[in-house]
Structures are given as C-alpha cells and as structure tokens.
C-alpha cells in the first residue's frame, strides 16, 4: 500500500473558465482507479473560433485510461459543468452521478446524443456515499446561481479531498440551500486533506451579497415603470426568476416567460420539487391581451445571444410582443466577458424603440453565484485544509487565489490543465504532464483546435480568399484563359479595374512567359500562380489573402 | 435673414462611441454654410469587420455639398476625432483648425496620405477666433485624456452653439488645463442657446475623480513590487503617462519607454511644450544593464492589441526584455467594450510567467477622461443652455443624457447619426434624414459597409468554403471528373471518409444523371451542382458552407 498514491490531474477548467473537468486518482503510479469530476463545454466566438457551436475538453489521455475510471460525478448543471456529458461520454462509458436536478439535466444530454440515460444516477446528499474503487464520494450542498449545486467530499485512503464545485456564501439564496457554515465546519472538522477550491470571484475585494437583498430594488424598479417590464438573467437561475417574478407580482404584474432554455430549467426545477413557490405565470397568448403595465415577461438571452428572446425582441417582435416607449428593459445579469458586443447591440436597439435600459451597473439587480475573497477566505477557515489547489479560474484567479491561501499557512500550488500533481504527502508535487486541449463541435464533427480547419476559417475572414483556376492540356499548354473568383474582398483594385480581371491577365501574362518545366510540373506551376496572384493583390489591395490554386491536366481521353 | 435655419446633423459618433463626425449649418434652407466638427475612426472587430483596418464615417452627403463646406474644427487628437482625416480630407478639401498638439497629430495624419500639411492651421484658445462663414468658431481648454482638448465654441445669427467636445471635471489633471467652471461660467453668461454634450458616461453615478488621485496608489504599488515594473495605458495619455514615470522615480527606478505610438505622442507633447517635467528616461538598450527592481516600463498596448508592446512581452521578448516572477504588470486603463478577450488573453499569459497583474477592479489606478452624470450636470448648469443635444455616446447613452437635461428643465432631443435638427427656434425640430454609414477602409482599398465584401467573409468563416470545379466539352460532356477543394471545414464526414472525395463522387453522381438540358446550360448546371454540395455537406457535416462552382466550357480551338 505505502506505493500507493492520490493524484489530481484537470483537463479543464484550470487556468480558464469554462468546460471543468477535473480527475482524481488513487492507487501505484500508472495504475490508478480514476475518477471525473464534472464535463462541461465552453462557448466559442468570432476572435478565435469562429463557427464552432461548442468547445469541449479534450479526453484523449482519459479515454485511453477509461478502463480505469471509476465514475464520473457532476458537481451541477451550468453548461461549463455537464454539457460535454452527452458528447463525451462514450469515449468514457463510466457511471456517472448527481443529485436529482442536476441528474435530470444530464439525462438530457444523454438523451440528446442517442445514450442510456440510466447510466445518470441520483445521488442524495451526504451521508449518502457512493463508492468508486478507492474512493468513498459525498454530495454536499453549496448556495450557487442555479439549484442544487454541490460540492464533493471525496475520502481516499491517502486522505479527505474537498472539491467546492461552484458555490457563494449565501444565507438567504431564495432557492436552494443556503451557505450552512456548521455543516462545512463539520466536512472540515474531521479533518480535510486538500481544499480544491473555485477561484473565479478572487479579485473581488468585497464579501459577495445575497439574493435576498435585490428584492427591495428590483421592486422598486417595477414599482417605477409605466409600461411593460421586460427581465433577462441566465437561464438556469431560477432562485433569480423568482425574485423577479415575485417583484412583477407585488407590483400587479402577470408573470410571462418566454425563451425555451428558461422554461425548461423552471420546469425541471419544479418536477425535483425544487420550486414549490413560483408565482403562477400566464402564456404569451394571454399575455397579448393584458396591458403592458400589468405586465412582466421573463426572458432569456442575457448574454446577448443573437436567436435568444432579447434579441428578438431588439429587432422587433418575439412571440406576439413587441417592446415600445415606456417600458422597461432589466438585464438583471452580469456580462461573460467577450459577450460585450452582443449585449450592447441589444441594449441600444431596445434603446432606439425607446425603452428604457437598465443594467446592474448600480450593483443592484445582480449577485454573483461565485465567491469573492472574503467568502473564500471563509470556506478556507472552515475546511482547515494543509494543501488548498485552486480550480475554475483564468491563471491570474488562480494564481491570486493561491497566494492568498499561502499567506494563511496553508500549501498551494497553481495546477493547470493537464499538470498532474501528487498530492499522498503534505506539500503537492508535479510528478506529470499529460495531453489536454480543446476539441470542436463543428457542425455533427469533432475538429481537433490543432487541425488547421478554424485557422483556415480565421485567414478567410482576415484577408477573403482567392480562387485562380487553370486547364493545361497533357503538354503543359493552356486551354482557354486562367479563371480567378474571389471572396471577401474589394471589388476593385488600386488601379480601378475588376480585381478578378486584373488577377487573370496577371495569370496569363505570367503563361505567356514560363518556361515549359514549370508547366509541367504541378507543384510549380501551382506554386508560381499562386505568387502571381499573392503579388497582385498586395499591389491592388495591400493585402494577404487565401489562394487556392487548380490547375487541371486535361489528359486526351 | 428671417429664412435662415441654423442645423445640426451627426454624420458620426451620435448614438455610438466613435467616428465623430458633427456638421453645423447656417444658411436659407438647402444652401446652409456648413463646418464639420471632427473627423475619427472607429475600430473594427472580428465579429463584425473582420479584415478590416479602419472603419470610417460614410461622407457622401458632405462629399456632394463640399463647396459649401466652410471649415473643419478638430477638437482633440484621439483617433476617434481626427483619425479619418487623411482619408477623407480629400473629398471634402476644407480648411483644418486645431490647437498646436491636434494640429501636429493632424498634419502627421495628412502627410501619410500624401496631403498638404499646411491645409491645417493652428489656433489658440478664446479669444482667438476663426470666422468661418456664417460661423465664428472659438476653442476653449478642457480637461481630458490628452494634451490641448478642446470645446468650441460656435456663435451664429441664430444665437451662440457650445460643443463640448470630449471632456472630463479635473481640477488636477497634471497635464493639460485644468477644468475651469470660472471660464465656463463666463461662456455661459454670454447666453449659450445650444450645448451639444458628451453622453460616455452619464450612466456613473458617481462624479469623477482626478488624475491627481491616483498618484499616491501608484506609488504604493510600485513600492510594493519586489522586480520589474510594467505599466501600460491609452498612448495618448500623457498624463497618466507622467504619473506613472513619477511613480517610478519616487521609488527609484529609471523609467523606459516602449512602443513607437507611445513615444510619438510623449514627444510630440513635449514639441508642443506641453510636458516640461516628464521625468527623464532610458532607453531599452540601457534599460538591459539596470536591475529590474530599479526599472519601470511604460509600454503600449492596454486594448490587448495583437501587436503592441504589451501583447509582446505577454508572448516572450519585447525590445530584449521579458517579464518574470516577481515582476508587476499594471493596466492602468479601463478595457473599451469589446476588447476584453485580447485583455483576458494577455493578462492570463503574464500570469502565467509568473507576473502579478494588476488592473483597475479596485479603481485605484484608472480615472476615466469622460464627464460622468454629476459632472455633466455641472456642465448643464455652467452653460445654462435652453437646448442640450447630447452626442458622444450608445444610443443608450444619449437617450439617458436627454432625459437628464428633461428632467433639469432643458429642451433635448435624442439626434442619432443622419438625423438633421433645426435649431433656430427654441425647439430643435427634426426637419431630415441625410444618408449616413460607414465605410471600410479595407488594405489599401474602400469598401463599403453593404457592398457585401465583409458579408462574404463572415460567412466563410463561419461555414468554411467549398470550391468545386469541372470541365465540359462544348457538347457538355465532362471532361475528366469534377474536383472539390474545402477550406475551413472538418476532413472527414459523418461516414469517416475524406469530405472532398465524398463532394466529388457527389457531384460525379449528379453529373451521371444529369440530362442534356442542365449539362448544356452554365446557369442551371452551376446551381445544381451548387444543390449537390450544399446537401451533401449538410448531411456529411451538418453544415452550410459557402460554395463556388466554376464550370469551364472548353470549346475546341
């Protein structure tokens, strides 16, 4: 047994947000039983992944090892958490475990991938235990921005291991439970051997706040408002939804929520019986027939998703409602960064319509579901951990976060993606660094980050792309004219002429002088074209675009 | 006289931040004498202008009316207000007037396009005036985030304009003249009829601090960091830039300056006589014989630009130096919506050389150069306008600003870019709609913003390109097998075999059934082939790429 050792390795979501996967491993080196926690997705954009319809981590190095896996546990059901499950899975086919919520989300994405939705388990939390080879696992709750979230108790033999999960210090979160310090004391008391711990609120210097005190203002905001109200938030925050709802409801307002991913989370949240309290809510068709200022519509797209009802609802008319002077606009929400663009475009169109806009620059309308320093200076007091491994942050939150956990005495190490460390002894060791990355969901295919297919798509956009076609007969001799198409680019050149015109006269001149060996060779002759017209559009625009040279031989059948 | 209308249009910068553009006219009706008030780009972005490299205000309408054009007033020389100048100049051959520092920025923007450098003429500030037409045109200091900002202001028949231009409420402001309510209050006095005002940042609720504040706090941080010291901000604010060097040498390190943008306004301001006490500093190669503790660069790059400074070192070397554990990198900035991602990315990439970094979360080491609500109402008040017609600013912004000057008992109208407002009467009153827009500058080349070009690439980015080429006889006859390249899409589809091959087989099919009529017939034959692919990459992909066709006609020579 003394060969035996307790392993961490994250595959994501260490030194990034987004997509959390993170393996534990206990047993002799190389031979470790295995576990998973968490497999999310993280959201592609236009800078780097242009077209991509989701990122996931990239499992290689785990499915090689899946004979070895024990389980695979979800902490809860924010995308970044579990909607890789469905892709990933059977790559992986190991059980996997949550509580009833989040387990009803998972099924989902089983389901949606053609999988057995029996392999999701229902887990309770503690003192229920699953064991998983070596591992003894207990579900704890933790107050997050959507129901259920857990942390993990994980005993091994080598030790207590603490996962957060997500979570914020919440006493009074509306949904949920709330932050129970006498029952992390009690986790913590019989002894923690390593605090795994979310980083992604470290910078913020002030205790985060509780649902419960938006109340007062959001009501007043509705209270305040002449015409229709009209609030978005993430989808999955329900404990929010009922806060805004209530706030409609006291103000005289029929509730109305529009937007599929919200209705499904409000509705699987009430079949786990999870949302007893829910105001009743009216359809969009009845909603068309109350005036607007009884009126109060829930809707997605906080983060300005362009086919989410906010944005509809910017470009006009979202299911029979259309937005007018006089009402009121709440993104009751924070901006993911990168999502900037999306969400003032739609701030401004509502804008132009002449609905007022409000957004939580007041800090008013919005609590963070992560903690802030304060708070996670708290779960370190409470956990009393030797070693504290900081997870689910950019590197900067991550690095933050564990200097402010060796200022307190306790042993930290910065542990990314695909670093695996040793954590049997008192101090982590690195004793690894295994293959990570990213993987696409690109259409129905998995691209590789690596494969050159999203960098192609990032040259086009960059600099549009050239098409010379060419037919040379069986001696090298040209048939016909060179052909040149292009897209993404000027119209016209410097000079003023067709760009494509200009392109296929430098084509022929260029014919007009090669020599017979080029063009009888297809890599030059290809090769050649191909700086002709590199050269021409550097003249006649200044710029670099992609080329694609085809030049057919045309072999006299 | 008594038909004479003084108007107002924004060609650019009302109802978003950028491309200010502001014409004031003053005439009979359809023969105003006209100035235009700035001359800026915006820049663009991968999710909307891919490729491009600036994006400018559309000028046609001013273009067809140049011969009316008396003048044009630049305010301040941040590129949003004099950057389009080389480029557009020629189409509207007016007159510049400008402070001495603008004027050195817009003589250099004049001679990269090949201009007279002269057509810019320097002015100082009230009372010396500019008669232009109808208009006679003084500038007044304002504080702000450079050197020589400036307000103008605009007496006419009609009564007395007051454009503020871009401005901040700084008694302290360490370079530049500071924010004098004394000056104002007499441009007040005299009787302003019209304040046309900066909206950036009407929505902060709190007045806005000093330059002069941020001085102590940065001294600290710098105190407190045991290496090298690395502070970027905007490149043009000398200020910050002096308050940072001092920073420096207060705690004993020589100071470096680094990237060309940054070294060019510093010393351009000191042309101007502008900054008399910047610190002395050294240069990189001297700055490599220095300890690191006893260094502090001041470098480009706080937008995340790909190719500044910044961006450099968070890659490796920058001008043979590279940042390491121990050493600090400050953004003494804040992150222009939409430049978050490039940010994120560069201050994770420190992080992870082992750089603490710091930026403005705890607002100790930014202060904006924009008026927030406070300040513009001590601006409103110091005016004393009977109308306040907001600009610089969302859609968003100018709304909540017109509201504001309601609610203080001014006339305001939100006047978005294109919208002409009479001004005479004591009302402004919408009289037209001009045409406005932007256009790309694109390489070397103009594009504009609906020719489709920038459409095109979004597309390819988004869905891939597929190239399919055949050849027929003149009888239509394929000669040889069709041929399909992709770019920017997955190899393989749903069935695992090479995408192009399945495309090629695909289109071979097609072509084995195709009859006489189609094969005879380039329209028809293109777009069924076009059909054949689009279907195929949507069943092998589920995607929708863009598709050229190009079907050569080889006729017997």
Redesign the interface.
């Known amino acids: 047994m003394s060969s035996d050792r307790l392993i961490y390795v994250p595959l994501g979501g260490a030194?990034e947000v987004g997509m959390n996967a993170y393996v534990f491993g206990y047993g002799p080196k190389g031979r470790e039983r295995l576990i998973l926690v968490d497999l999310g997705v993280t959201f592609p954009?236009?800078?780097?992944t242009?077209?991509v319809d989701l990122i996931l981590p990239d499992m290689a190095w785990l499915a090689e090892r899946a004979d070895r896996l024990e389980a695979i546990f979800i902490t809860h059901a924010h995308e970044d958490h579990v909607g890789a499950l469905g892709h990933l899975w059977p790559q992986l086919k190991a059980p996997v475990y949550a509580r009833d919520f989040t387990a009803r989300i998972a099924r989902n994405k089983m389901a949606e991938q053609g999988l057995d939705e029996a392999q999701v388990n229902v887990v309770k939390t503690l003192p229920e235990t699953v064991a998983a080879g070596p591992f003894k696992v207990q579900f704890f709750p933790v107050s997050h921005s959507l129901p259920e979230a857990s942390g993990l108790v994980i005993d091994t033999p080598a030790g207590r291991v603490v996962h957060t999960g997500d979570f914020k210090v919440d006493k009074t979160p509306g949904v949920g439970e709330p932050f129970d310090p006498e029952m992390l004391g009690a986790i913590g008391a019989e002894g923690v051997k390593v605090l795994v711990c979310d980083s992604t609120n470290v910078?913020?210097?002030d205790p985060g706040r509780s649902e419960l005190s938006l109340a007062p203002a959001l009501s007043e905001l509705v209270a305040n408002t002449r015409g229709m109200v009209v609030a978005t938030t993430f989808a999955s925050n329900v404990a929010r939804l009922r806060t805004l709802a209530n706030a409609g409801v006291e103000n005289g307002r029929s509730v109305c929520v529009m937007g599929r991913a919200m209705l499904k989370m409000i509705d699987t949240a009430q079949q786990a019986g999870l949302l007893t309290d829910f105001p009743s809510t009216i359809s969009p068709e009845e909603a068309k027939a109350i005036p607007r200022e009884n009126l109060m519509l829930l809707v997605t797209g906080s983060q300005g998703e362009r086919r989410a009802a906010s944005a509809q609802l910017s470009r006009g008319t979202y299911m029979g409602m259309t937005m007018k002077e006089g009402d009121l606009f709440l993104f009751s929400s924070m901006t993911i960064?990168?999502n900037?663009?999306?969400v003032?475009h739609i701030?401004?169109a509502?804008?132009?319509m002449g609905v007022?806009?409000v957004d939580n620059?007041?800090r008013q309308y919005h609590v963070s579901g992560h903690p802030n320093r304060p708070d996670l200076e708290e779960m370190h007091r409470l956990m009393g951990a030797g070693v504290m491994i900081p997870m689910h942050g950019?590197?900067?939150m991550l690095?933050e976060h564990a200097r402010i956990a060796i200022a307190a005495g306790m042993r930290s190490a910065v542990v990314?993606n695909g670093t695996m460390i040793d954590l049997t002894g008192d101090a982590p060791q690195v004793v690894d660094e295994v293959p990570t990355g990213r993987v696409y969901l690109?259409?129905?295919?998995?691209?590789g980050a690596r494969?050159g297919?999203?960098r192609?798509?990032?040259r086009?956009?960059?600099?549009?792309?050239v098409?010379l076609?060419l037919?040379v007969d069986e001696d090298g001799v040209p048939?016909?004219e060179p052909?040149a198409?292009v897209?993404?680019?000027?119209?016209?050149?410097?000079g003023g002429r067709n760009l494509a015109e200009v392109l296929e006269d430098a084509a022929a001149d260029f014919l007009d002088r090669a020599d017979r060996k080029t063009m009888n060779d297809d890599d030059k002759l290809n090769d050649a074209l191909r700086r002709v017209v590199r050269q021409t559009c550097m003249e006649?625009?200044?710029?670099r675009p992609?080329i694609?040279v085809?030049v057919?031989r045309?072999?006299d059948?």
């Open positions: 030194g954009d236009m800078d780097s242009p077209g910078h913020q210097p960064p990168g900037e663009r999306g003032i701030a401004n509502l804008s132009e007022d806009v620059a007041s950019d590197h900067r690095r990314t690109d259409g129905s295919q998995m691209v494969d297919v999203i192609d798509r990032i086009m956009a960059l600099g549009g792309h098409l076609t037919i048939l016909g052909w198409e897209m993404g680019l000027a119209e016209r050149g410097r006649e625009l200044g710029k992609e694609t085809v057919s045309l072999v059948g």
